[in-house]
T-cell receptor, first 113, second 112 residues
Framework: DAGVIQSPRHEVTEMGQEVTLRCKPI?????LFWYRQTMMRGLELLIY????????DSGMPEDRFSAKMPNASFSTLKIQPSEPRDSAVYFC???????????FGPGTRLTVL | GNSVTQMEGPVTLSEEAFLTINCTYT??????LFWYVQYPGEGLQLLLK?????DKGSNKGFEATYRKETTSFHLEKGSVQVSDSAVYFC???????????FGAGTILRVKS
């Protein structure tokens, strides 16, 4: 298996632009998680889906952030408009649910200028 | 609520030294417990896990024992290597399909 796939790996954009991060979970996994990691705040859970349905989005910082999972093999995290304080590494993870062992993707490093 | 507390880092050790990274948790019932490792520039990887009290998880020379009486899951390794330098995260999960609760992470630096 290829593992969790994220794209792009690096994104540099200017303040105010829309940013879309993409994630392909491991085939057969039924839960998907979006995390943000910064030096200041560490690893934060933004939102997670179970069977393509958003279960908990309490970690989404503002209305500028939105996430979708149109099918079991694809999810997006969108930031519109982006701000410099959104600069971070964004991770996607998936799990089959058994004992909640999560498999992480390599992350997308976002820089908003 | 559920929470995980890890010892603050960075932890700096010489090669072949003994490692302990403390982790304690707060949760009702019987959570599953995990240690994840993050190498520079990479995502988190599961290092080991334990799903019930007194279980010992082990992998790559690392060990951790699920101690319900002390609500702890300390990570140990008898002889660290430079390649063990990474950030280590302790985590718990309460329910099937539910989210993980992570500790803040502990930076480990091993010097040759």
């Amino acid at each position: 298996d290829a593992g969790v796939i994220q794209s792009p790996r690096h994104e540099v954009t200017e303040m105010g632009q829309e940013v879309t991060l993409r994630c392909k979970p491991i085939s057969g996994h039924n839960s998907l998680f979006w995390y943000r990691q910064t030096m200041m705040r560490g690893l934060e859970l933004l939102i997670y889906f179970n069977n393509n349905v958003p279960i908990d989005d309490s970690g989404m910082p503002e209305d500028r952030f939105s996430a979708k999972m149109p099918n079991a093999s694809f999810s997006t995290l969108k930031i519109q408009p982006s701000e410099p304080r959104d600069s971070a590494v964004y991770f996607c993870a998936s799990t089959a649910g058994l004992h909640n062992e999560q498999f992480f993707g390599p992350g997308t490093r976002l820089t908003v200028l | 609520g559920n929470s995980v507390t890890q010892m603050e880092g960075p932890v700096t050790l010489s090669e072949e030294a003994f490692l302990t990274i403390n982790c304690t948790y707060t949760a009702t019932g019987y959570p599953s417990l995990f240690w994840y490792v993050q190498y520079p520039g990479e995502g988190l990887q599961l290092l080991l896990k334990a799903t019930k009290a007194d279980d010992k998880g082990s992998n790559k020379g690392f060990e951790a024992t699920y101690r319900k009486e002390t609500t702890s899951f300390h990570l140990e390794k008898g002889s660290v290597q430079v390649s063990d330098s990474a950030v280590y995260f302790c985590a718990l999960s309460k329910e099937y399909g539910n989210k993980l609760v992570f500790g803040a992470g502990t930076i480990l630096r091993v010097k040759s």
